[in-house]
């Protein structure tokens, strides 16, 4: 019998390893992508998206799908312009290490050598922390006023009034306003904005025609709308101030064509050096010495046995992703113009239609009962509206409250919980990450739960 389950494991091996070599044919992907993609746009009432899949750096498919803009009847092409969300992190990260290269700034130094009058807390912060999320920076609160127009001078004086959720290396935690802070550092050593320096050497020199910042007031020629979904009805995205959409965690309108000539870009290793590409793909080292599969504004993991680097992006009735799966010599881009759009069912879709290896999970872990109570106690204080800080004690300050909103609109439309099944576990820093299938009756939503070396809840989240 091992023997037996020893040659099937063999077998299996191989079978992942071949099928990271062959390519389906063009023709007959495309047929199957289109018929994915449309019955999910039509579920997830997905106004339009514009796809890419690469390989090699050669087109298999671009194209658009649906509307650009619901009220005028506009579909989406590879030319439609879309906000960029958080994959505009990606660029801000590039943004440094072309200062980085030139002498102007460095990875290790200091934020107080641009920040001086910065809190004693952040006296050991640096550029690398806040470029991996390790800084301890906390998020924008929900008292920030997304209407309100800040000067570079105000943000920072709101970012030096939280307090910080973690001393900087001691964790992981996504900080916006950690990138936010990047893009008026790079402004401070450049004397000039983020956007003029991804303009001069990143956007011109990649072939990026249409990508720049945003803006409501200029005329912008096939600009998309955002949307997002009301009690199941579509509507136009919330308006925000003009100065927080010049901001760099993600404030970039682009194409479809913009995002190709970046992956090619990054795929030939062009902008920037090799030792530079090899710093952002390198996942962070806590203080702890464990790694993050994180580096600068790339998600470090695999798919298929082989290395995946990737991130999402939402904002503003948007939602994008830029996937590559390295095994494959594969690129999956997705722009969407709404809110609701379910990144990794698209994602994981397309790359399972391309290569199903790329999305094959392995054996299921085995049963954790004394976990698997404290997801069904915290998924019923949720629904109660009862989270508190002593609940997720390393969780940031107001995230408590934040969550009680966001997951009372999911867990309104289910009933309570029937079952838990363990799907996924793994190490994450100093942190162990469990991602439970929550079934509610006859629907279903993924639950993760972080739990922290000493025991206590590090994360929760709920997606339907």
Known sequence: MLRRITTLCALAALCIAASAIAAPDPGSFEKRLDTFVQSEMQAEKVPGIAIAVLRKGEIVVAKGYGL????HDIP????TIFQSGSVGKMFTAAAV??????GKMGLDDPVSKYLPDAPATWRTMTIRHLLTHTSGVANYGPDFDYRRDYSDDELVKVAYALPLDFKPGARWSYSNTGYVLLGILVKKATGQSYLEVLDAQVFKPLGMKTARGISDADIVPHRASGYHLVNGVLKNQDWVSPSLNTTADGSLYFSLNDVIAWVRGIEQGKVLTAASWQQIYTPVKLNSGKPYPYGFAWRI????GQPRYHHGGAWQGFRTYVSRYLGDDLSII?????ADTKLDTFVDGIAGLWDPALTARGPRPAAQPAIERRVSALVEKARA???TQQDLPLAAVGFPAMANRYFASILKKLGTVTKLELSDRRELGDDTLYTYVATFGDRAATV?????SDGQVSSFMINN
């Open 97 to 102: 290490m072309s200062q980085v290269e030139r």
């Open 301 to 304: 993991e695999t798919a298929g």
């Open 385 to 387: 509206g009862a989270l």
């Open 68 to 71: 650009a803009t619901v009220e």
């Open 334 to 338: 997705l722009l969407s113009n709404s």
């Open 448 to 452: 993760s739960l972080g739990i922290a």
């Open 76 to 79: 989406v092409t590879p030319d």
